[in-house]
Structure formats: C-alpha cells, structure tokens
C-alpha cells in the first residue's frame, strides 16, 4: 500500500485536564509548542479546541485567532482544524471563529449519547454550520459518531450543503455511542466507498481504543488521528509524556504497513486544499 497516511493531532480537546495528564496543552502558548512538535513528529493536521485558564472549555474567537498565528507561524504548511464541537459552547458560538478561515472545522451532522448527556446537533445548526463553513471557504470534517451521520453527510453533499469531496472521520469508542466494532468500522469504510468514491477518510479511537482504531483505519487505507484529546495514555502503564509521543506512535504503524506518513503538501493535495 503505497498510499500516505496524514496523522491528525488532537491536542487538547474538551476535557482532559493537567490533572489527568501534565502534558495536556492549555494555554495557548502551551498548545503551539505542543504543535510545533507534534508537527515536527509527522502530524500535518492539528484539530484545535481552545480553553479558559481555569482549564475550563472555551470557544472565544480570540484565543483561536491567537492560536492559528501562531501555528501558521511555528508550524508552516500544517492543516488547521478548528472544532465546532458542543462542548465549548451553545448554538451559534460554536461557530463564531469560522470567520477566522481556518482550513478546516470538525461539523457533527447528528445528535447521539455521551457519557453523561445527549451531544445534541439539532438539524437547524447543522445547517448553519455548514453554511457558515461555504461561506468561509472552510472544508468540513465529518464527523460520525453513527451509521446515520455518514448518511446524513451524503444528503448534505447531494444537496450542496457539503460542497467539495466529503472528508468522513468515524469516531469509535465513546462510552454510550459507537464501540470499537471491527464488523462496524469494515461497514461505515464499505458505506464511505459506495457513497463517496475514492474519497479520503479517517478514524479516530477514544480512550485505550485509540491504538487499536488507527492500527485497523491504516491498514485499511485511512487516515489516523491521534493526541491527547482522546487518550492521555501511551500504554497501559504510562502517561503520554506528549503530543509528539503519540504521533510518534502512530507513524510506527504507518511504517508497519508500508504506509509513508504524509507530508503537509501530500495532505493538502489529498484533501483537495491550496497548498500553503
């Protein structure tokens, strides 16, 4: 398989906090230099959340703004993913940095359980959402939690709602939503080609699923995503002392599979973005 493989770091998301890992990036000087080596690991796609001081979620467009600079500074070429996700705010502020014009945005299309409550993504946002994101020249991300999101994101697309070729993420290991099921994922992977021809696609594990999802999305032919969003462990005994230590791991597996770790360019020119 001769295929790159592009490695996304997740490097802080919602809510781990210093508390379940030191290493976890907060401020927004921490999460650059995160970044930076991560990027430097192999990672050419950073999907960013950002966080009050208190460690608390955040969705200030300000402290996006300060974060792209600085990653387009530090980290020339790499792909900057901003999340919409719902927990760093309610409605429309879930958007409100999508003015910023990063090249891409994580875009929930359905609602489903998490852990202790309902990730709500009401039709109406959904839209706006994706409009917003046409209206920026913001590529979405897909991101499906269920067979159902994957559908969803083929009605949006024929409708032009999703305007260029879909880039698809299946989230496997959420406790209350989809398990790591390798009878799913082998399905949601046969859904995504049908639906979407030779279009890129990626996987994302949480927790201590995360090995085994990008282990089963890179030798299937997608792309991976890591960092410590999703799991703050590198095995089962120790803490993940970095970012850059779980890119680090994945491209081992990319390496496995005789799978090259994807270049910034080489992920743009996938993901059908202009080359920075």
């Given at each position: 398989?001769?295929?790159?493989?592009?490695?996304c770091?997740?490097?802080?998301?919602?809510?781990?906090?210093?508390?379940?890992?030191?290493?976890?990036?907060?401020?927004?000087?921490?999460?650059?230099?995160?970044?930076?080596?991560?990027?430097?690991?192999?990672?050419?796609?950073?999907?960013?959340?950002?966080?009050?001081?208190?460690?608390?979620?955040?969705?200030?467009?300000?402290?996006?703004?300060?974060?792209?600079?600085?990653?387009?500074?530090?980290?020339?070429?790499?792909?900057?993913?901003?999340?919409?996700?719902?927990?760093?705010?309610?409605?429309?502020?879930?958007?409100?940095?999508?003015?910023?014009?990063?090249?891409?945005?994580?875009?929930?299309?359905?609602?489903?359980?998490?852990?202790?409550?309902?990730?709500?993504?009401?039709?109406?946002?959904?839209?706006?959402?994706?409009?917003?994101m046409?209206?920026?020249?913001?590529?979405?991300?897909?991101?499906?939690?269920?067979?159902?999101?994957?559908?969803?994101?083929?009605?949006?697309?024929?409708?032009?709602?999703?305007?260029?070729?879909?880039?698809?993420?299946?989230?496997?290991?959420?406790?209350?939503?989809?398990?790591?099921?390798?009878?799913?994922?082998?399905?949601?992977?046969?859904?995504?080609?049908?639906?979407?021809?030779?279009a890129?696609?990626?996987?994302?594990?949480i927790?201590?699923?995360?090995?085994?999802?990008?282990?089963?999305?890179?030798?299937?032919?997608?792309?991976?995503?890591?960092?410590?969003?999703?799991?703050?462990?590198?095995?089962?005994?120790?803490?993940?002392?970095?970012?850059?230590?779980?890119?680090?791991?994945?491209?081992?597996?990319?390496?496995?599979?005789?799978?090259?770790?994807?270049?910034?360019d080489?992920?743009?020119?996938?993901?059908?973005?202009?080359?920075?």
């Open positions: 398989m001769s295929d790159p493989c592009i490695i770091v997740a490097i802080t998301g919602s809510l781990p906090t210093k508390a379940h890992n030191p290493a976890v990036p907060i401020t927004v000087s921490e999460q650059i230099e995160s970044t930076q080596e991560a990027f430097e690991a192999g990672a050419t796609i950073c999907h960013a959340h950002v966080r009050n001081d208190d460690e608390t979620p955040s969705s200030d467009p300000d402290k996006f703004a300060a974060l792209k600079e600085g990653l387009e500074k530090y980290c020339p070429g790499m792909i900057i993913q901003f999340s919409t996700g719902g927990r760093s705010g309610a409605g429309k502020t879930r958007g409100g940095m999508l003015q910023l014009k990063p090249d891409m945005a994580s875009l929930s299309v359905g609602s489903n359980n998490f852990p202790t409550r309902v990730y709500e993504n009401p039709p109406d946002l959904v839209d706006w959402l994706a409009a917003e046409q209206i920026h020249g913001v590529k979405p991300e897909v991101e499906a939690f269920d067979l159902s999101h994957i559908l969803k994101a083929a009605d949006m697309h024929a409708k032009g709602d999703i305007s260029d070729t879909p880039y698809v993420q299946f989230v496997m290991g959420v406790k209350n939503a989809m398990p790591a099921d390798r009878q799913v994922f082998d399905f949601y992977v046969e859904t995504v080609g049908r639906l979407f021809p030779g890129p696609w990626c996987a994302a594990g927790g201590r699923e995360q090995l085994r999802i990008n282990e089963w999305s890179i030798a299937a032919g997608g792309h991976a995503r890591t960092g410590l969003e999703d799991n703050v462990r590198l095995d089962r005994d120790r803490l993940a002392p970095s970012n850059a230590a779980l890119v680090r791991k994945t491209a081992e597996i990319c390496a496995i599979n005789n799978r090259a770790v994807a270049t910034a080489q992920a743009r020119n996938i993901l059908g973005l202009t080359t920075a």
